[in-house]
């Protein structure tokens, strides 16, 4: 959420801000509804000093045996009374309005974020790795023959409806294999704390996070309130919500695996084959809360986390910083990681790595106490794909494809499989 006192100081500069990201102006708006709610404020408070005045005299008058003026006094303060009553109900109506209004409004983008109207001005930083120089026709993930044994979607389609699938055997092993093997990797190397948390959150930890209000629809709720979540960002980000902590508790680095949850509305007809974009899926989330001073140099941090585990199995990869057209609703800046996917002779988005500056803190309310003393300040907080569970395995089976149907696997993965690191045309581990 924005800080109104700064859209009073420079309106300009943050209209000019939601330019780049395609969005109207909206400030004359704000500082409208700003000034009212100000304006009620203050008549609030005027009548409120307008009835002390009266209250301190009205025993003078009953002293002195003045009753006509008693009489007007006592009225006076009732009067008072219930303008102050009407003043401040009418603020905070106006403040409820102006707030609804703010939580609306996306994040202004950081200064070095490249200015884009979508995914194709996005603009590459990095590679790593070479893809495979193959003599045969690629296949995507689901049409490998190894593979087809283990990866059901009609059966999925039997029991939920489209956009799920059922794993099995060797498939269902390597999914769960991966989700291991990120966890450890982000636990003993990179020096992230586990959690594993609820995967149904109140409405308020949605809008801290930025998926309510104005994103819903991306959304499952349940009949009794609660929201499932569609990434574990929104549980791990809301531990602060609402909290003062001190600044020695900083940074706190969390990760997860847990189910994830999304209606993926207004996405009909994109990415249907296969398994890339589902309605339930898994993944080990990043999230760390920081000092403001530390959250660009955090970022780095855990984009280097992510692009590790691509690098232990030795999938290709490239990076990209997104444009302005293309970030997410609560991102000041994101940076892409896209694995190579042999079988669609693209890269394509296996995590994202965001920084949301103190736009998160003002909605959750989570602040942190200067160790110089000083007044309470926002944390920062980021969050991260380390990586997409099922992403990962798409990328894993195609590059790992052989000529035969069958797939070899990463050596790193060879802890979780018990050494065995080929699926092979049954769908079983040899």
């Not at 009266?54 to 009374?81: H, I, T």
């Not at 590459?124 to 490998?144: C, M, N, Q, V, Y």
């Not at 593979?147 to 769960?176: P, W």
């Amino acid at each position: 959420m924005h800080d109104i006192r700064a859209i009073r100081e420079n309106p300009a500069a943050f209209d000019a801000a939601l330019a780049r990201r395609g969005d109207a102006p909206v400030s004359s708006d704000l500082l409208r509804l700003d000034e009212s709610r100000r304006a009620k404020i203050l008549a609030a408070e005027t009548a409120q000093a307008e009835q002390n005045k009266a209250s301190k005299e009205v025993g003078a008058a009953k002293a002195r045996g003045d009753e006509a003026e008693f009489e007007r006094l006592r009225a006076l303060v009732a009067e008072k009374k219930a303008e102050i009553a009407r003043m401040q109900t009418e603020a905070k109506d106006l403040d409820a309005l102006l707030t609804d209004q703010l939580i609306r409004i996306a994040n202004l983008p950081a200064e070095d974020v490249p200015d884009g109207v979508d995914e194709n001005d996005n603009v590459e930083i990095s590679r790593w790795g070479t893809p495979r120089e193959l003599d045969f026709a690629p296949k995507e993930h689901f049409e490998i023959e190894a593979v087809q044994q283990g990866m059901d979607f009609e059966t999925a389609a039997k029991l939920s409806g489209s956009r799920f699938v059922l794993l099995s055997g060797g498939v269902a092993r390597i999914h769960r294999a991966l989700a291991q093997f990120m966890l450890d990797t982000h636990i003993t190397e990179n020096g992230l704390t586990e959690v594993n948390g609820p995967v149904l959150v109140l409405s308020e930890m949605m809008q801290g996070t930025g998926q309510l209000p104005k994103f819903g629809e991306d959304s499952y709720q349940t009949r009794e309130g609660w929201w499932l979540i569609p990434t574990s960002e929104v549980s791990l980000t809301n531990i602060v919500n609402d909290s003062l902590i001190e600044e020695s508790y900083l940074p706190r680095r969390y990760t997860a695996h847990s189910l994830c949850f999304r209606s993926e509305a207004g996405s009909a007809g994109k990415d249907t084959r296969g398994m890339l974009r589902q309605h339930q899926f898994e993944k080990v989330e990043m999230v760390s809360i920081t000092h403001p001073d530390k959250s660009d140099e955090e970022q780095k941090r855990m984009l280097r986390c992510a692009e590790g585990i691509l690098e232990k199995l030795g999938i290709p990869y490239r990076t990209v910083i997104l444009c302005t057209g293309d970030m997410g609703f609560g991102a000041r800046r994101t940076y892409d990681i896209e694995a190579w996917l042999p079988g669609q002779d693209t890269y394509r988005e296996i995590s994202s790595v965001s920084t949301c500056g103190d736009f998160q803190a003002r909605r959750m309310n989570a602040r942190f106490r200067p160790e110089g003393g000083g007044k309470p300040e926002y944390v920062h907080t980021l969050n991260g794909s380390g990586l997409a569970v099922g992403r990962c395995l798409i990328a894993v089976l195609e590059n790992g494809q052989n000529a035969d149907g069958t797939v070899t696997l990463p050596e790193v993965l060879s802890p979780y499989l018990g050494g065995k690191l080929t699926l092979q045309l049954d769908g079983t581990l040899a």
